[in-house]
């Protein structure tokens, strides 16, 4: 059962060669790798172009710069594989990667296959992230409900999937917290979900990195992608609670880009409005104490936020 891993390309001249030496080193032999130009500029597009003749698993597709979902678009739509698997162009992954996940998904006849990774900063510090599941092994209704409740770790790239899961599915072009969108649809379709509790992916923090990058519109995309989860059909009332919870947070990270001005934030503070307070309380109550600690201070004061927000970068 072949595998297509889509890998997509921006400006990452410097990390993209180790990514590539870590794909070609896999175990597993039956795989085809899509590199997705997204319109380099900075020579990432030579070393990409070029890849495919040291190693012809490797196949180059060069296309207009359209942003991170294009480009796993793209690549979707030339895959030739039965399972699909993402790999960000300025991470790694252990040898046993892809072997590992397309075992443990076949043996188990999964939907798809999660596994832990690490997060390695640029001092070379690593964290290990794990899912918080209570089995290796979830049918459809538990994966939707540890997904939903924040069990699963959510990004794409830690996982492999049986390509069926995406018919009719694209990521959202224009946006960020992609990975949340897609996943918001996907869940629901997964009827056996397994799990690997060893980290197979390394995620590398790097400055200037999307998901690194702060922004209004990133975090009002983290903001939609948590309310598109919230109204999803069939949600207990924990479920929701818990996604209320999420809206909070990112409705703080909407405030840290404005400065503590809620002034542009007129939409989501009116949806937030709209939420069953007691439904609101109890989500808060749940949230951990720093943010407890932002949304109290938002409430009193602009600078009295900025200065918590000063506060806890300094600690993170």
Not at 5 to 20: G, S
Not at 61 to 84: D, P, Q, T, Y
Not at 226 to 253: C, D, F, H, N, P
Request: proline share 3%.
């Amino acid at each position: 059962m072949k595998t297509s891993i889509i890998v997509p390309i921006y400006n990452v001249r410097n990390y993209l060669p180790a990514c590539l030496k870590s794909l070609s080193e896999q175990t597993e032999r039956d795989f085809e790798v899509i590199l997705v130009d997204d319109g380099s500029t900075d020579g990432s597009e030579r070393i990409a172009r070029e890849y495919p003749s040291q190693d012809q698993r490797f196949r180059y597709v060069r296309k207009e710069n359209g942003g991170l979902s294009s480009a796993r678009n793209e690549g979707m739509a030339v895959a030739e594989g039965e399972l699909i698997a993402f790999v960000d162009s300025d991470d790694q992954v252990m040898p046993d990667y892809l072997e590992r996940l397309k075992r443990k998904l076949i043996d188990t006849d999964a939907d798809i296959c999660c596994a832990s990774y690490l997060e390695i900063l640029s001092d070379g510090t690593e964290h290990l992230w794990e899912n918080q599941v209570s089995a290796d092994i979830l049918q459809d209704e538990d994966f939707f409900d540890a997904m939903v409740r924040g069990q699963v770790l959510g990004m794409i790239w830690n996982k492999i999937f049986r390509r069926k899961l995406f018919e009719g599915i694209s990521f959202p072009e224009g946006r960020c917290y992609e990975d949340i969108f897609v996943m918001n649809t996907l869940g629901g379709r997964v009827k056996r979900a397994a799990f690997l509790r060893e980290p197979l992916y390394r995620y590398y923090v790097r400055k200037g990195s999307i998901i690194q990058t702060k922004s209004l519109s990133h975090a009002r995309d983290l903001f939609d992608a948590y309310r598109e989860r919230r109204e999803l059909s069939g949600l207990s009332e924990k479920q929701r609670r818990y996604q209320t919870g999420q809206l909070l947070i990112a409705y703080i990270y909407l405030l840290e880009a404005t400065g503590g001005d809620g002034a542009p934030l007129d939409r989501e503070y009116a949806y937030l409005q709209s939420i069953p307070k007691t439904e609101r309380e109890l989500a808060k109550k749940e949230l951990p104490k720093k943010y407890k600690a932002m949304l109290f201070a938002a409430k009193l004061s602009p600078v009295l936020f900025a200065k918590m927000i000063t506060k806890y970068r300094g600690s993170r």
